[in-house]
């Protein structure tokens, strides 16, 4: 009589198929690839996860939840904007280039070009970088409501401008550039931020109003 299949840590398996997806994409990596990198039989996966697809959104949210989670955290947490933006970049500089796990962002890697019979997932990502997008700059407006940014300031092509940052951060960790180079970019960035602030002066000397009566 045959014994019982071995059962297997389903955590640990979804966190191995992540990392495939992270490293290859979602059309780089096959069932067999997923076979290998989790340690269960094809079926298994299947009687686990749902199908490639299903498997793939799950990883993804495990992704956003953890090591990919740190903007929302950083636009969450932080109490000005400005703190938010520069902790945002600095723990994508440091994230995407972390040693012992793939480079660059999941949900801008994974899927950039995909096959017709793959567009749903396509779609899928598109969705979630949006979102990205949109929760910067809602933090922005934000920050023009509570008068950190000046009235004028156009916050939604500020905050396009510190996607379009952090979406290439991810870009060139891809490419192998190195975390310093990458928070080499911060004091510019910063500095564009800064010339928005409400108490930026013609001369550009940043003011801040007295707390003495």
């Known amino acids: 009589m045959a014994g019982r299949p071995r059962e297997f840590d389903r955590d640990e398996a979804l966190l191995r198929a992540r990392d495939a997806f992270w490293a290859r994409g979602y059309e780089g990596t096959s069932m067999s690839d997923l076979v290998s990198e989790m340690g269960i039989a094809s079926a298994r ?83 979630h970088r949006r979102a990205r997008t949109a929760s910067i700059v809602e933090r922005l407006e934000q920050a023009v409501g509570e008068g950190e940014l000046a009235p004028d300031t156009d916050a939604q092509a500020l905050g396009d401008l510190f996607a379009i940052l952090m979406h290439g951060i991810s870009v060139q960790a891809r490419d192998g550039v190195s975390k310093e180079r990458l928070l080499a970019v911060l004091p510019l960035a910063m500095d564009i931020f800064d010339r928005h602030a409400r108490f930026m002066c013609g001369c550009g000397v940043h003011h801040v109003e007295s707390s003495v009566t």
């Open 45 to 127: 996966i299947y009687a686990a996860f749902g199908s490639k697809e299903d498997l793939f959104r799950e990883a993804v949210h495990l992704y956003e939840a953890r090591e990919g989670g740190f903007a929302t955290r950083a636009l969450a947490e932080e109490p000005t904007a400005r703190g938010a933006l520069e902790r945002m970049l600095r723990e994508a500089a440091a994230t995407y280039t972390r040693p012992g796990k793939p480079h660059g962002c999941m949900v801008v890697t994974a899927a950039t070009n995909m096959a017709k019979d793959n567009a749903p997932i396509l779609d899928w990502l598109t969705e």
